[in-house]
């Protein structure tokens, strides 16, 4: 099998469509601040997750990251395409609208390390049990796109690929948002993503995970909480408040102890590693040259 390592990917939550395709992935190249950003309630570049794993996925990285997009990287670039879109919807008379970022993503990729087991660090339980140390308020992004119906033909371009003019002039092939990634390119770490998901989906049911499952559930029935699955733990919470309390703290120090000492964690991880080593050599030439492609278009943003 061969081994892969580092850390490169993506992760946004709380993205909202408006109009089309291409709308909803400018607002979610802009959930979160590229760095100077001036955005009212954007996140701090310091806020972002490092990547840095800490208490039981201390050291633990999937092959799969190395495939995977950072943060900090696929907000670059894509704060590079948005500019490229917003300069081409001027040029037809239209101005894309601000960016209301909310808080910033749970983990520096894809791959979600820090919660990929649920909850795994008891230092991070102790003050906010099973909510995110550094979640802020999500905001919602300013309401559709100004111009209407011609401006999201602009920027999307007519169905089907038909050709389509605006004022006398031709709208691009896939409208502003086709001609930017044209010119700019985009990132992309679809296929690493869906195979992280697919070995978190595989190794679930793997019999050895499954029986690691059982005794961290024996465990926790013996702390007095009956739950099956490990995602299943925050739920035993009638609802989360706004601040964690002794109740929760207590349930997910439970959770996490019961994982140490069933070494939970590393065994579901080893069949991970596993079966995303043999997805990556079923899908090694996809995976490289993806990368390859990513790599040069963050340097390119680097440059700018």
Request: charged residues 25%; aromatic residues 6%; glycine residues 10%.
């Amino acid at each position: 099998m061969m081994a892969r390592h580092g850390a490169r990917t993506h992760s946004c939550d709380g993205v909202w469509a408006r109009a089309g395709a291409a709308m909803a992935s400018l607002l979610m190249a802009g959930c979160t601040a590229a760095p100077g950003s001036d955005a009212a309630g954007a996140p701090e570049v310091a806020a972002w997750p490092s990547g840095e794993r800490t208490g039981l996925v201390k050291g633990l990285v999937l092959p799969l990251e190395y495939y995977m997009v950072a943060h900090p990287d696929r907000v670059a670039t894509e704060t590079v395409y948005r500019n490229a879109v917003e300069d081409c919807m001027a040029g037809f008379g239209f101005r894309m609208p601000a960016v209301q970022r909310g808080s910033a993503p749970p983990s520096v990729n894809a791959a979600n390390m820090e919660r990929r087991y649920g909850i795994s660090d008891p230092e991070a339980a102790a003050r906010h049990g099973y909510r995110q140390p550094s979640a802020q308020a999500e905001r919602p992004p300013s309401d559709g796109l100004p111009g209407g119906e011609a401006a999201a033909l602009v920027l999307d371009g007519a169905p089907d690929g038909d050709s389509a003019e605006h004022d006398g002039v031709r709208i691009p092939e896939g409208g502003c948002a086709g001609e930017a990634e044209r010119r700019v390119g985009r990132v992309d770490d679809f296929l690493a993503s869906q195979l992280s998901m697919r070995s978190m989906a595989e190794s679930d049911a793997d019999p050895g995970v499954r029986k690691a499952q059982g005794e961290w559930s024996a465990c926790m029935a013996e702390k007095g909480y009956a739950v099956a699955h490990p995602h299943e733990a925050s739920g035993l919470l009638p609802r989360l408040t706004d601040r964690p309390t002794e109740e929760e703290i207590t349930l997910a120090l439970a959770d996490i102890g019961c994982k140490e000492s069933t070494n939970l964690v590393q065994r579901w991880f080893r069949v991970e590693v596993e079966l995303q080593n043999t997805y990556i050599e079923e899908n090694f030439t996809a995976l490289e040259e993806t990368r390859d492609r990513n790599i040069a278009l963050i340097a390119e943003a680097g440059s700018r």
